[in-house]
């Protein structure tokens, strides 16, 4: 029975690894545009139909996926350091706080698309919920999803209020002097993780209610509510995308599909057949996906031009690529780190931002070889 307790755990922690790593495909395939400064204009036919896939699949709904990964993620450390009877809050603290250090540096000094900012003020804010019980992390998920983030678009769009946190921050700014450099960055990232609050906390919902044991329980059931959501989902960001009904509800269909993504992923890497191998080769690049997610941005404002900050400015190759040149450049360089993960981990233990991302937070020297050194 304990064999079994133990595959079965190293088998949850891989889909999650796995996970990680497609939603890192999918994160940055959304970010692509806004990588390389895509062309927009005269588009041809076949890149016409590439960026409204892009924004129809993706657009929106990779971001709450990255969420639902990060309260996940959180709570399961959580845990664990509790396990071994560790007090984790000056842990996840110091994580968090580098987290967020690097997110600033990244999004001022490198392109401005950066998550990690607006993922370490979160963490700040989840640390909040860790004793929660699973009906309060669900309600609370409700209630910033449905009441805060929707009822937001729908007040604005029935009435003639605009209720916007970001404009209602940015109006607080005094006019007459030129406010502090990156006020307004801070400030669209604040209200950017604000409004994704309830995707992090529908993460560690999940966990502490057992996600893939429900899952695997209700297989045939929780494969039709996929196929739902990403019918519905689908459906209405389509409708969106050309505005033709529901405008309202734009922060609505985008996480229904997020629910369908995660159901999908989630069935098919606890599947008994042999189409759970599907996953496997995302595995490597999930659990390098700080690195890796790094290493993206840094390569694409390297070689296009007009998407980079500081140092990076007018650095690059090409300028205003079209959509299929450049999310084939992203595709290339997407299947070149899922090669590197893959024998990188075959001699170290993590990847070089995770190895020092761990040893900020344990405060001390970690091994990063698999297998030391003997003489």
Same mark, same amino acid.
């Given at each position: 029975?304990?064999?079994?307790?133990?595959?079965?755990?190293?088998?949850?922690?891989?889909?999650?690894?796995?996970?990680?790593?497609?939603?890192?495909?999918?994160?940055?395939?959304?970010?692509?545009?806004?990588?390389?400064?895509?062309?927009?204009?005269?588009?041809?036919?076949?890149?016409?139909?590439?960026?409204?896939?892009?924004?129809?699949?993706?657009?929106?709904?990779?971001?709450?996926?990255?969420?639902?990964?990060?309260?996940?993620?959180?709570?399961?450390?959580?845990?664990?350091?509790?396990?071994?009877?560790?007090?984790?809050?000056?842990?996840?603290?110091?994580?968090?706080?580098?987290?967020?250090?690097?997110?600033?540096?990244?999004?001022?000094?490198?392109?401005?698309?950066?998550?990690?900012?607006?993922?370490?003020?979160?963490?700040?804010?989840?640390?909040?919920?860790?004793?929660?019980?699973?009906?309060?992390?669900?309600?609370?998920?409700?209630?910033?999803?449905?009441?805060?983030?929707?009822?937001?678009?729908?007040?604005?769009?029935?009435?003639?209020?605009?209720?916007?946190?970001?404009?209602?921050?940015?109006?607080?700014?005094?006019?007459?002097?030129?406010?502090?450099?990156?006020?307004?960055?801070?400030?669209?990232?604040?209200?950017?993780?604000?409004?994704?609050?309830?995707?992090?906390?529908?993460?560690?919902?999940?966990?502490?209610?057992?996600?893939?044991?429900?899952?695997?329980?209700?297989?045939?059931?929780?494969? !039709? /509510?996929?196929?739902?959501?990403? %019918?519905?989902?689908? +459906?209405?960001?389509?409708? &969106?995308?050309?505005? =033709? @009904?529901?405008?309202?509800?734009?922060?609505?269909?985008?996480?229904?599909?997020?629910?369908?993504?995660?159901?999908?992923?989630?069935?098919?890497?606890?599947?008994?057949?042999?189409?759970?191998? !599907? /996953?496997?080769?995302?595995?490597? %690049?999930?659990?390098? +996906?700080?690195?890796?997610? &790094?290493?993206?941005? =840094? @390569?694409?404002?390297?070689?296009?031009?007009?998407?980079?900050?500081?140092?990076?400015?007018?650095?690059?190759?090409?300028?205003?690529?079209?959509?299929?040149?450049?999310?084939?450049?992203?595709?290339? /360089?997407?299947?070149?780190?899922?090669?590197?993960?893959?024998?990188?981990?075959?001699?170290?233990?993590?990847?070089?931002?995770?190895?020092?991302?761990?040893?900020?937070?344990?405060?001390?020297?970690?091994?990063?070889?698999?297998?030391?050194?003997?003489?």
């Amino acid at each position: 029975m304990t064999l079994i307790k133990q595959n079965d755990q190293h088998q949850r922690i891989a889909i999650l690894d796995q996970m990680r790593g497609i939603v890192l495909l999918g994160i940055f395939l959304a970010n692509v545009p806004g990588l390389s400064s895509v062309d927009t204009e005269n588009l041809s036919p076949v890149n016409e139909v590439l960026r409204s896939l892009e924004e129809i699949i993706l657009s929106d709904s990779t971001r709450p996926l990255f969420a639902f990964m990060f309260g996940l993620s959180l709570m399961l450390l959580y845990n664990r350091l509790k396990a071994k009877e560790i007090n984790p809050y000056p842990m996840l603290f110091r994580r968090l706080f580098l987290l967020t250090l690097v997110g600033a540096v990244h999004g001022y000094a490198i392109w401005s698309g950066d998550i990690l900012l607006m993922y370490g003020m979160a963490g700040f804010v989840l640390l909040l919920f860790m004793d929660w019980s699973a009906a309060g992390l669900v309600m609370t998920a409700f209630l910033f999803w449905i009441v805060y983030t929707i009822g937001s678009d729908v007040i604005s769009y029935f009435s003639s209020y605009h209720l916007s946190l970001e404009d209602g921050l940015k109006g607080l700014l005094p006019d007459s002097e030129q406010p502090p450099t990156g006020t307004e960055y801070l400030i669209i990232e604040f209200s950017s993780m604000v409004a994704h609050i309830g995707f992090f906390l529908f993460g560690m919902y999940a966990y502490r209610k057992g996600l893939f044991t429900i899952i695997e329980k209700r297989r045939t059931a929780m494969g !039709l /509510l996929a196929v739902i959501c990403l %019918v519905i989902g689908l +459906a209405g960001k389509i409708s &969106l995308y050309d505005r =033709i @009904v529901l405008h309202p509800l734009e922060n609505f269909y985008p996480f229904v599909v997020t629910i369908g993504m995660i159901l999908c992923i989630v069935l098919l890497g606890t599947s008994k057949t042999s189409m759970s191998k !599907l /996953l496997v080769p995302f595995t490597s %690049v999930g659990k390098m +996906a700080f690195t890796n997610y &790094l290493l993206q941005s =840094i @390569v694409f404002v390297s070689l296009f031009q007009s998407s980079g900050r500081t140092i990076f400015i007018n650095l690059g190759i090409w300028q205003e690529p079209s959509y299929a040149f450049a999310l084939g450049i992203g595709v290339i /360089l997407f299947a070149v780190q899922m090669i590197f993960s893959h024998f990188w981990l075959k001699a170290f233990r993590y990847g070089p931002f995770e190895w020092l991302w761990r040893i900020g937070t344990y405060g001390k020297m970690v091994s990063i070889k698999r297998r030391e050194e003997t003489e």
